[in-house]
């Protein structure tokens, strides 16, 4: 009978490890929830932000009410290039909605628009487009990109607001919040920006 009792089964302590272990993996379960959860908000509020879309000058790209996010850490480590989709306050009104166009001329490019065809540095830039610009706007003489300077279309170039006209021109990177990359509405066309 000793044999059976000091050698015997304790059915108890191994309950008692295996409540314990659970119990331990579960809390740093729930501590790496939070940690990743604090990562997204840090990430998504000081190197990004939510811009809703007003108007349809980047359509296709881009519809009137999007919702697309903004790394506005990106043009901190390098300046935005042509093709990129940027998000700025013309003139730097901190009054102003967002707007949201493509860069097409950078710093030292000669931008222009002739017969409806939008040239840069001499040569055509939209081969595939076949629509041609209704108005060229300050854009029909060369413009010649100056220093920490933008020269920026919409999409839609017939029915966009941009650097062809005086009251917008050339945006300077310091009116540049960041670099659209992302739409989250409408759910349907959910996904990157190009």
């Excluded at 579960?26 to 007003?54: P, Q, R």
């Excluded at 933008?150 to 917008?168: K, M, P, T, W």
Aim: charged share 25%; proline share 3%.
């Amino acid at each position: 009978m000793t044999l059976f009792h000091s050698g015997g089964l304790n059915f108890r302590r191994r309950r008692k490890k295996m409540k314990l272990s659970t119990a331990k993996s579960l809390a740093a379960w729930v501590v790496e929830i939070i940690i990743v959860l604090l990562i997204a908000f840090v990430v998504v509020y000081c190197a990004g932000m939510k811009v809703t879309v007003v108007g349809n000058s980047m359509e296709p790209t881009v519809s009137d009410g999007s919702q697309i996010l903004v790394n506005r850490f990106v043009y901190n480590i390098k300046s935005p290039k042509a093709g990129d989709v940027i998000v700025f306050l013309p003139n730097g009104n901190e009054k102003s909605h967002y707007y949201v166009k493509r860069v097409i001329g950078v710093p030292g490019d000669k931008v222009q628009i002739k017969n409806g065809l939008l040239y840069v540095n001499g040569e055509l830039y939209d081969v595939e487009d076949t629509e041609t610009i209704k108005n060229a706007g300050v854009a029909e003489d060369e413009i010649t990109v100056g220093e920490d300077e933008y020269f920026v279309l919409g999409d839609n170039r017939n029915s966009s607001e941009d650097s062809r006209y005086a009251n917008i021109g050339n945006v300077k990177k310091s009116y540049i919040k960041g670099k659209a990359w992302y739409i989250t509405r409408p759910f349907k066309k959910m996904g990157r920006i190009k």
